[in-house]
């Protein structure tokens, strides 16, 4: 086990690296950040272009520049944004918080509403609940994120402004609002603007958890175990949440945590669409405005933070699942 | 199309050659009532609603797309300024937008833009997935170990952010999109391709192929891919759905089509500034999209449990 979590660990290394090395040969060879930087002017003068090539470094050899941005990379410092006269880091600190706040939110729902309707759908098979969950899910991970996010927009925030409904009913739609947060708790009237760039966040995840509660249920519940909790007269909800939902849950907490790429891609569309101040939109934005330090440093960083969690949940399946052991050839 | 694409053997003769071409499609359209294999696919997509839905609605796709200047009343990028934006009407059915172009128009010929993406970036991806998954299946070793260890370098990007990425570097456009999707796309292929022919490869008829002197192109060709196509046939279809998603998404985040090309997910981007005035300039586009993902999601789900009855 000990040698199978280090061998998993040092995996990490080559794939980050990788992925660094990749991000960073793709921006070497995109356009002249000269431009970029200047402001998309015509014609930049001589003594401004020298001035921008001083400060950005970009008259070394690529190797240099290549050795310099790992050099500061590994220090935390992500470089300064091209557009926006400040560093990366900078940038980080202010969008962090708030996608972080969003996503906790999202993974909160796609857990609750996920596994609900799941175990709901498997035990009533082929009832009305069970249809309508199979086919809302086919729906979900159907519509795109951003046509969603206008659904709601628009069915809470603009009709009930044109049906002239009490503010009860509004929703605010656009930005985060107050920002009032104990930690990643929403205070006062926070919540509302939460509410459904947190739903839209978690749409298609929690089409996926669903299912996939649903099917590790039916799977789980034919199980012998479940037999003999009947037979020892167990009430039928102690049967399906103390033997039947703990078992089902193994596959599905691999599936939360695998399922983080689906998360962060939404962000960036949710984000966008409910203009949310977070890595997210930040990224969209730097992306068409060509802000090559900002589009490197955040998306090195969630390379990063996405490969550590696939580390983790790989490791926690061996504790979820005692079957399951890490040996020497068998192990991928 | 799907159902055509599918190199099943059906009731082949014992050269290969026979079985996919007036015989099966005679079987896939229930004329030849002796029992193929691909005849017993169709018997039982057949019998699934929702996969026959998501056929339908694919197939009025393909209509729309090929006769689009027939069934629309304007041309999709011709502007009219002195229209400008304004609702449905009996002229301009789902209205028009800014430029006070047709949107029903643009709509139908998106759908040209929509498909021309999902098949071509389809076809990328099958073709580097198809050949990683051979060359690592059926060679193994070490070659195998590197090409499964750059497929997992590849899957550890969070694909729109990639993707994003990647455009940005390449520069924007339709084609950069395609080509965008197939790189980013390919990994599943391989997967399945992979898996596939490790199942298939010890079996007695590879070693018959091996002991006449077939070359391993050959082997791999003509006799492994028809046996280990039926996963990749089935991802295949729900992956066109994909692709026209992310499309959609990319274009919408201003990275994918450029003006004045008819993508939906550009004019949902356009139409949000006139969502409480004219919704239908958003929805119209984003209900396309919608219809458009859940038929290949659906026909992928049918040829699945048609393909393979045990997995239901």
Not at chain 1, 27 to 36: I, K, M, N, R
């Amino acid at each position: 086990m000990g040698g199978y979590i280090l061998r998993r660990a040092l995996l990490v290394i080559p794939v980050v690296v990788g992925a660094v090395t990749l991000l960073f040969a793709a921006f070497l060879v995109t356009g002249d950040p000269v431009e970029t930087i200047a402001g998309g002017q015509r014609a930049v003068s001589a003594t401004t272009r020298a001035q921008i090539i001083h400060k950005y470094g970009l008259d070394e050899p690529s190797y240099v520049r290549y050795g310099r941005y790992i050099g500061r990379l590994v220090r935390g410092d992500l470089g300064d944004s091209y557009k926006q006269g400040r560093s990366v880091n900078d940038i980080l600190r202010q969008d962090a918080p708030a996608s972080l706040r969003l996503a906790i939110w999202a993974i909160i729902l796609e857990i609750l509403i996920g596994i609900a309707a799941g175990v709901i759908a498997a035990v009533r098979r082929y009832s009305f609940l069970d249809a309508l969950t199979t086919v809302s899910t086919t729906m979900v991970v159907a519509i795109p994120v951003f046509v969603l996010g206008y659904l709601f927009q628009y069915v809470f925030g603009i009709l009930p402004n044109k049906q002239n409904l009490g503010s009860w009913a509004r929703f605010p739609v656009q930005g985060i609002g107050p920002n009032h947060w104990f930690l990643f708790i929403p205070l006062g009237n926070q919540w509302k603007f939460l509410l459904f760039p947190a739903l839209t966040l978690a749409s298609v995840s929690t089409a996926v958890v669903a299912r996939m509660t649903r099917s590790t249920m039916l799977e789980v519940m034919k199980a012998d175990y479940m037999r003999t909790a009947a037979a020892k007269g167990l009430t039928k909800n102690a049967i399906i949440l103390k033997h039947g939902l703990k078992n089902a849950m193994i596959p599905v907490v691999t599936l939360i945590g695998l399922d983080l790429a689906t998360l962060i891609g939404s962000a960036v569309i949710t984000e966008t669409v409910f203009n949310w101040p977070g890595m997210g939109s930040e990224i969209a934005r730097a992306a068409v405005s060509l802000d090559a330090p900002v589009v490197l440093g955040l998306t090195t960083l969630l390379v990063v933070a996405y490969v550590v969690i696939n580390l983790l949940v790989d490791l926690s399946y061996a504790f979820f699942d005692p079957r399951i052991r890490y040996g020497g050839a068998e192990a991928r | 199309m799907a159902v055509t694409d599918d190199r099943v053997p059906a009731g082949s003769s014992p050269t290969g050659e026979a079985g996919y071409g007036p015989a099966a499609l005679a079987a896939a359209e229930g004329l030849a009532p002796e029992s193929s294999q691909l005849g017993d696919v169709w018997r039982r997509f057949r019998h699934n609603r929702l996969a026959l839905v998501g056929m339908g609605v694919v197939a009025v796709e393909v209509l729309a797309a090929a006769l689009a200047p027939l069934i629309t009343f304007s041309n999709p990028t011709t502007n009219n300024t002195t229209l400008g934006p304004t609702g449905p009407s009996l002229t301009h059915w789902f209205g028009t937008d800014l430029l006070g172009r047709d949107i029903y128009a643009r709509v139908v010929y998106g759908a040209r833009v929509s498909l021309k993406v999902g098949i071509l970036a389809l076809v990328i991806a099958l073709v580097i997935g198809l050949v990683v998954g051979a060359l690592a299946g059926f060679y193994g070793g070490v070659l195998d170990g590197l090409l499964m260890r750059i497929t997992d370098v590849f899957l550890a990007f969070p694909y729109i952010v990639a993707a994003i990425v990647l455009i940005v570097v390449i520069g924007r456009g339709l084609n950069t999109v395609i080509l965008v999707l197939g790189l980013l796309g390919w990994m599943p292929f391989a997967r399945l391709f992979r898996s596939s022919i490790l199942q298939i490869k010890e079996l007695e008829y590879i070693e018959a192929a091996r002991a006449v002197g077939c070359s391993d192109a050959r082997i791999i060709v003509r006799h492994m891919l028809p046996n280990a196509i039926q996963p990749v046939v089935v991802y295949g279809t729900i992956f066109v759905g994909t692709a026209v998603l992310s499309e959609a998404a990319l274009s919408f985040l201003g990275v994918g089509a450029l003006e004045p090309t008819p993508a939906w997910g550009l004019m949902v981007a356009q139409g949000k500034s006139f969502m409480s005035t004219i919704p239908g300039m958003l929805f119209f586009p984003g209900a396309a999209i919608f219809l458009t993902v859940m038929a290949f999601v659906f026909m992928g789900d049918g040829l699945r449990d048609a393909l393979d009855p045990k997995l239901r």
